[in-house]
Every structure is written in C-alpha cells, then in structure tokens.
C-alpha cells in the first residue's frame, strides 16, 4: 500500500507541468514558450527528414538516434538515416528548405515544436536543424519508468556568427581523437568554429610535403599527416564547424628556424636555434627582408590552405618581441633604407607580404591583436586578446579593429587556460557596454573564441580545462545578452557538464585516472573530495617563470585531476552565506558536515601515503584545514571559545604556495566564518 503510494507521488511529481527554470538548455534559445503535455518516447519513434539539406544531416540524424538510443535504451527501431522521405509518418519531421554552407554568416535558424503525438524542426539550413536536434536532446526529461519531452515552442538563431574553440596543438600535441571529441562536444552546444594553432616555438604539427624536415626534426614524431587534417576537417564540416587553421609567424617561429635558421633573424646562422621546450616567449623571429622566407612561406601556404575549405586563415603575429629584429644589422639597414619606423611597422610589412599568398587560396588573413596597424589591410580580421592593458583602452584592440573599419574576433575574457571561474567568462561580452558603436562598427564585431593553449595539457586532462566552462562561453556567444543570471547558468552547467560525456569529451571520468596513478591504486574517495575544494593554481602561477614544468614534465599530478570552480567550494560558500544569514540548526548542519568529511579525509589521506608518495604534497595542507575543521566545529557546535589568531593564521598559511600547485578554494569562505 504505503509502494504504491509512493509511485503515485513519483508519478505525479515528475510529470507535473514542467517549469521553464526546471529545463537544462545550453546555450538558452532565443525564445522558448512551454505549451501543455508531453511526448513520451516508444521503441517505435522515428525521424524523417524532408525539403533539401546537405548529407551532413543524415549522419547528424543518425547520430541523434544513438545517442537518444543510448540514453533510454529504448532500442530504437530505425537504423542509420540515408536520405529524404524514408519513414513519411514519423512522429520528428525534420524539414529543410537548403543545403547549409559551413561557414560565417550561414543561417543557423531553427524552430522546433513538440506537441503530444508529433515534433517538428524547421530549418532554412541543416545546420539549424543540427541545433534543432542538440535543443531536442537537451528538452528530454525522465521519471521513474519512461521518457520524455515537453511540449514546446521554440524559435531560436545565434546572436554572434563565430562562436569558437582554440585549441593549441603545438605546445603539446593533441592527437585526432583529443580533436574529433572535442569538436563534438563543440557542435553540441551550437559552436561553429575550431581554430586549430598547429605551429609553435614547442612544435612543428603538420605535414608539409615538400618540407619533410619540419615534422621529421620539429615534432618529435607527433604531427598530422595531411590525410589527418582531411579527414578533421570533414568531421568538423559533418558537425557544422568550419576550421581555422593558424601557422604563427613571425614570431613564435623556433620549430620553424630550427629546421631552417637560414631565414632566422639572428645575426649568425651559426647561431643554431632549437625546438621550444620551456614555456614563455622566445625571442625566435623570421627574417622579414629575406626572400627565403617568402619563398618557404609560400610553399607552405600552398599546401596548407587547400587542406581548409574555410575563407579564414590566421597567421598569428603575436608576441614578437622584436628583439632578434634588432640586434641584427641588416635588418635595421632595411628599416631606415624603407623608412620604416618601427619593429611593429616591420611586422606589417610582413604580414602584407602574405595577404596575396593567402589571396591566391581566395583565403582572408587574420591575426592576434598585434596585426593591426595603420597600413595592414582592411580585409583583415582582428583577434583580441590583450585586453585593456595595451594602451588601446577603452575596449581594447576589440573595439579599435571595430572602429577602424576590422573585422574582429575576442579571445580576451576568454582564455580558459588561466583556470580562471566560469562566471567572468560567462559575464564577458564580446559587444562592448559603455562603448558608443555605430551599427556598422557592431557588425563587425563577429563573435569570440574560447582559448585553449596546452603548455599544461595533455590529453589526459585538456578536456577538463576546456569544459565545461567552455559551454557557457558557448551561450554567451549564442543566446540574447540579457541571458546572465549566475545562478541558473551553474545549476544548468552542472547538469550539461555530465550531459558532456555522452559525446566522449573526458572531463570528469579522466579526473579518476588520474587519481588511481597518485593513490597508486588505492582507493580514490579521500582524494576525490580534496580536489572538490581545490583549484590548480590561476593567471600561469602554476608554471610562473615557466622553472618547473617543461613540455616533457608529468601533468598526472593532483593539481591536474583538480579544476576551476571546484564542486564542493561552490556549495560550501553558500551554505556559509545561508548559516550566516541565518544560523538555524538546518544551516549549521550543512556547514559542519562539510568540516566532518574533511577531517575525515585528512585521516584517510594520511593512511592512503603510507603507500602513495604523490599523496605527500597535499598532505600539508589536508592536515592544515582538519585542524581548522576541528576548531570551527567546536566553535559552532560547542560554542567554545577558540584561538582566532591562531586559526587565521592556520589560515594564511594555506594561501602559501604549496608543492601540489593548487590553491585552496574555500579560502574566502572560511575566512567569511572565521
Ligand atoms: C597569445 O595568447 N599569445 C595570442
């Protein structure tokens, strides 16, 4: 009797009307009116498409299906999806009215309709109806025996046109299947540009046919083949992603010259140069007034750009310091004799020299920030990264390309490599406030780009650093400006987060990898939780000075299983902030079974090391925060007097840089108690 009833509330709960703050939507459609009902899913559902889309819809189609399948295990009847009309009494009817060209400015529009007995996606584009799907999947709900989805009106397009992953492939290489999930879990969440930064002073990571030497002596073996980049660049087309291929030059140059110093810029070829294996700056530059350099140049150009169908190709430009430029002499001669004034307007120089090599390919130039000039061409597109700090303020080089009559792209705001919280990403506009832009000037603010550089990734813990906080830089770049309440994105991107792994990115099963090689095989719980509470270290302070970690150094470390926004911080500040808003019995007990289990899992840690050497960095601080824990609890729970000194000063010492290269991330919140 007392079962049934119980069912009968589960049954009653879960298909109650649904509540549009109830739905996980990443990133949230333009406008999403919930009708009545439900469609409940049967072994019998069936999707058929109609009207006139590019083949990538069958194969998107029949993706959905499995992952649908895989999700209710429903075993699905229909196979793999082929061409138009098969199934003319499917309940999802899918209708397209063109094929989509991969690419800027295409129409990404869909609408989708769920009544109770049938859905409808209609699209201009299949790339619309692909985000139709990506919405539909991300709509289904469950209870205890059957899925479903609610009945619904949506009608939804992006706000900006490039919405964008960098991935650098240079520092440390990230092989085809690091790449193909990525890309989709890019396209899950309606990104249609990956930015691929194949070179760097650490790497030279794409065949060149007529330069074999590049890969066989700048790569250590670890390279695309062109066969490689192919078969990327048509997943990513299947995906609705255009790719965005970046050699960086003319600086950054070191895999370069170290296979040919003879268009280097030091003084002497003698003066040999070699393959990064330090992170920073190096000061590596190619010879802008040496012909060779064009010539080789140009041959590489002409048998990269035919492997990118995109009308995109960025030269990079960042970050040369100029300083090879200027101990050499011929090159100075070369200055003066041109009149060129600065290092900057001998970089323009440079890169005007490839605009008609990229030409040649029908492919546009673009380049980080440092591009832009007042004699680069107007046709160029401008990648911000810098920021404010560059003498360009207010908005950056952002806002100047703009204004200037550039196209532009921001990475600014978004570099994820920092480790940075997801909620200055999320709250970062590419559409400046406070900034006076004409509509012209609007429009060519293109989008932003998410930056992946990997001097600390490898593809063991790359995904965990691109996402989730990625997906919200996805609706950022996606969904209407007023779209900015932190507390609904966390609570969706939680849930998108494990929605993640079913298209195979490793953010959150990797974490236990990594966390069995340093408890050597023990049990993984205690260490777990500790990384819940701690961050890697932020801003590049985890290698500050690039002394400690080189391209070849260990990144199995219990810094690399932890992430930004630790789990049990997040949850741990707010029930600080509930229990000293209200000190109720409720919100004590929240508070003090946190400090409970960490003096718990202090006791095991120290158990764990007996047979766990990688364990010992953390323990200074585990030890630390139980002893903390300790007294907190017999401050609340006892209302005993404790040492405040003392405990502020335990305290302290836990924002002293610790061997294990994390921060502790309830830091501000027991500092709030204390
Ligand atoms: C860059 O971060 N050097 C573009």
């Given amino acids: 009797m007392k079962y049934s009833i119980i069912l009968l509330f589960v049954f009653f709960v879960s298909s109650a009307q649904i509540k549009k703050k109830q739905l996980n939507l990443m990133p949230w459609p333009q406008n999403i009116n919930l009708t009545d009902g439900t469609f409940t899913l049967n072994q019998k559902f069936k999707v058929n498409i109609t009207g006139n889309p590019n083949d990538r819809l069958f194969k998107g ?3 959905f299906l499995r992952r649908l399948d895989g999700r209710t295990g429903l075993f699905l009847e229909q196979p793999f999806v082929t061409k138009t009309n098969e199934y003319s009494e499917a309940e999802l009817q899918i209708n397209c009215a063109r094929p989509g060209k991969v690419g800027l400015n295409e129409d990404e529009s869909y609408t989708l ?19 139709g799907l990506e919405t539909l999947l991300q709509l289904m709900q469950n209870n205890g025996r059957s899925f479903y989805f ?30 193909k999930r990525n890309l989709d879990a890019m396209a899950s969440m309606k990104m249609n540009v990956f930015h691929w930064h194949l070179v760097d002073d650490q790497g030279w990571r794409i065949e060149i046919k007529k330069h074999p030497k590049l890969t066989e002596l700048a790569s250590d073996g670890d390279y695309y083949t062109q066969e490689e980049i192919k078969n990327i660049v048509k997943y990513a087309d299947e995906l609705g992603i255009m790719v965005v291929p970046e050699i960086d030059i003319p600086g950054h140059a070191s895999a370069l010259l170290s296979v040919y110093p003879e268009i280097g810029s030091k003084k002497s070829e003698s003066m040999l140069y070699s393959v990064g294996r330090r992170s920073g700056i190096y000061d590596s530059a190619l010879d802008p007034t040496n012909p060779k350099t064009y010539k080789l140049l140009s041959e590489i150009f002409d048998e990269v750009c035919p492997l990118f169908p995109s009308d995109y190709f960025h030269i ?43 030409k040649k390919h029908n492919k546009q130039l673009m380049g980080w920030e440092e591009i832009l000039t007042n004699d680069m061409s107007k046709e160029a597109i401008i990648h911000a990264w810098r920021g404010v700090n560059e003498g360009l303020s207010p908005g950056g080089a952002l806002v100047k390309a703009a204004k200037g009559g550039y196209k532009t792209v ?34 060519r603010i293109l989008g932003g780009e998410a930056a992946m550089w990997s001097e600390l990734v490898t593809p063991l813990n790359i995904d965990s650093r691109i996402w989730p906080r990625t997906a919200a830089i996805a609706e950022r770049l996606w969904s209407n400006d007023t779209i900015i309440d932190l507390n609904s994105m966390h609570r969706r991107l939680k849930v998108i987060s494990s929605r993640l792994e079913e298209v195979g990115v490793m953010h959150i099963r990797n974490k236990e990898v990594i966390l069995r090689n340093i408890t050597n095989y023990q049990d993984t719980r205690a260490l777990n939780d500790f990384t819940n509470i701690c961050e890697p270290l932020k801003n590049y302070k985890r290698n500050g000075g690039g002394k400690k970690y080189f391209m070849y150094s260990p990144l199995t470390l219990f810094a690399d299983a932890c992430t930004a926004d630790a789990s049990d911080a997040y949850d741990f500040d ?42 010992q960095p953390v323990l200074p601080m585990s030890n630390n925060l139980s002893v903390i824990s300790k007294q907190l609890l017999l401050a609340i729970e006892e209302k005993q007097n404790v040492d405040k000194k003392a405990l502020n000063e335990l305290l302290e010492q836990l924002t002293i840089r610790n061997s294990a290269d994390v921060e502790l991330a309830i830091y501000s919140s027991l500092k709030k108690l204390l």
């Fill in 113 to 131: 309709i769920i009544e109770t007995n049938k859905i409808n996606i209609t699209a201009t584009t299949d790339l619309g109806a692909l985000h």
């Fill in 410 to 443: 921001l990475s600014n705001g978004y570099y994820i490599d920092l480790l940075l919280s997801v909620d200055g990403h999320y709250l970062n506009d590419p559409m400046p406030k406070n900034i006076v832009l004409s509509k012209e000037e609007k429009d």
């Fill in 150 to 179: 609610p009945a619904v009106e949506v009608t939804d397009s992006p706000r900006f046109t490039w919405r964008g992953l960098m991935i650098d492939a240079a520092r440390h290489f990230q092989p085809v299947d690091v790449i």
């Fill in 61 to 63: 189609v029949s993706k």
């Fill in 574 to 615: 707010k029930a600080v902030n509930q229990y000293l808003e209200n000190k109720s019995p409720e919100n004590q007990i929240v508070v003090t079974s946190f400090f409970r289990k960490w003096i718990a899992m202090n006791n095991d840690l120290i158990a764990l090391s007996a047979n766990a050497p990688l364990i």
């Fill in 316 to 358: 990079g430009g960042d970050e040369n310091n100029g300083k090879e430029w200027n101990a050499n002499p011929v090159i100075q001669e070369f200055k003066s004799k041109n009149k060129i004034a600065s290092n900057h307007d001998l970089q323009t120089y440079f890169n005007m020299k490839l605009v008609p090599m990229l």
